[in-house]
């Protein structure tokens, strides 16, 4: 059974609430290099992509300098994360992306992010959130897990429905608090294995 937008917008605002700080995981200067660390992040930990990001993004600050660099060179400095040959080739692309259709500069819409090569919808929703502050609600693994075991959603639903539901029960203001939060309560309670979630009483204390 599906709770109601009432009752999952209180869910939603309690898991806010348990991590009213939680802030973005990823290292990041700017623009490019949160675009960069969000793509390296897909299939990983952000743990594992802070470990190999600060020797990469030193050696290739700009879009021009990674674009310029040749794919087994970038393949080197993330050869830690999985499926690094398949991120150096995406990281090539798009920074030669941003450089002869965006002037070098990490554009801000949706359409464009996900014109670049190995950005999709999640990774264009962090940075337009994180990155830009733009409302938007990026669904990653811990935000999907969260929503089907709570019952928000059907556990049938696709990525794109959680968070176009999301999205309708809490105001633009509180999606990206809610994305960090649910993120930092998914690693720490709300495991894929015996979740801990009935610790927290508040969670079920429904209104009525």
Same mark, same amino acid.
């Given at each position: $059974?599906?709770?109601?937008? @009432?009752?999952?917008?209180?869910?939603?605002?309690?898991?806010?609430?348990?991590?009213?700080?939680?802030?973005?995981?990823?290292?990041?200067?700017?623009?490019?290099?949160?675009?960069?660390?969000?793509?390296?992040?897909?299939?990983?930990?952000?743990?594992?992509?802070?470990?190999?990001?600060?020797?990469l993004f030193e050696a290739f600050p700009?879009?021009e300098l990674m674009a310029g660099a040749?794919?087994?060179?970038?393949?080197?400095?993330?050869?830690?994360?999985?499926?690094?040959?398949?991120?150096? @080739?995406? $990281?090539?692309?798009?920074? &030669?992306?941003?450089?002869?259709?965006?002037?070098?500069?990490?554009?801000?819409?949706?359409?464009?992010?996900?014109?670049?090569?190995?950005?999709?919808?999640?990774?264009?929703?962090?940075?337009?959130?994180?990155?830009?502050?733009?409302?938007?609600?990026?669904?990653?693994?811990?935000?999907?897990?969260?929503?089907?075991?709570?019952?928000?959603?059907?556990?049938?639903?696709?990525?794109?429905?959680?968070e176009d539901y999301v999205c309708s029960?809490?105001?633009?203001?509180?999606?990206?608090?809610?994305? &960090?939060?649910?993120?930092?309560?998914?690693?720490?309670?709300?495991?894929?294995?015996?979740?801990?979630?009935?610790?927290?009483?508040?969670?079920?204390?429904?209104?009525?």
């Amino acid at each position: $059974m599906v709770l109601s937008k @009432k009752r999952a917008r209180y869910v939603l605002e309690e898991i806010i609430a348990l991590f009213p700080d939680a802030q973005p995981s990823l290292d990041f200067r700017n623009h490019f290099e949160l675009l960069i660390a969000v793509l390296l992040s897909a299939q990983t930990t952000d743990k594992a992509v802070n470990q190999v990001t600060p020797a990469l993004f030193e050696a290739f600050p700009t879009p021009e300098l990674m674009a310029g660099a040749e794919e087994e060179e970038l393949a080197k400095y993330i050869s830690r994360l999985g499926l690094y040959r398949n991120k150096a @080739k995406f $990281m090539k692309k798009c920074s &030669q992306q941003l450089v002869t259709d965006f002037g070098g500069v990490v554009p801000q819409s949706r359409k464009e992010l996900e014109s670049l090569a190995g950005v999709g919808r999640k990774t264009a929703n962090v940075v337009m959130s994180v990155g830009f502050g733009i409302p938007a609600f990026a669904v990653d693994t811990h935000v999907e897990r969260i929503c089907k075991h709570h019952d928000l959603v059907k556990k049938s639903a696709t990525p794109r429905e959680v968070e176009d539901y999301v999205c309708s029960v809490l105001p633009p203001e509180k999606w990206l608090a809610a994305h &960090q939060a649910m993120i930092y309560f998914g690693r720490a309670i709300c495991h894929p294995k015996n979740p801990e979630c009935y610790k927290y009483a508040q969670l079920y204390h429904f209104p009525k």
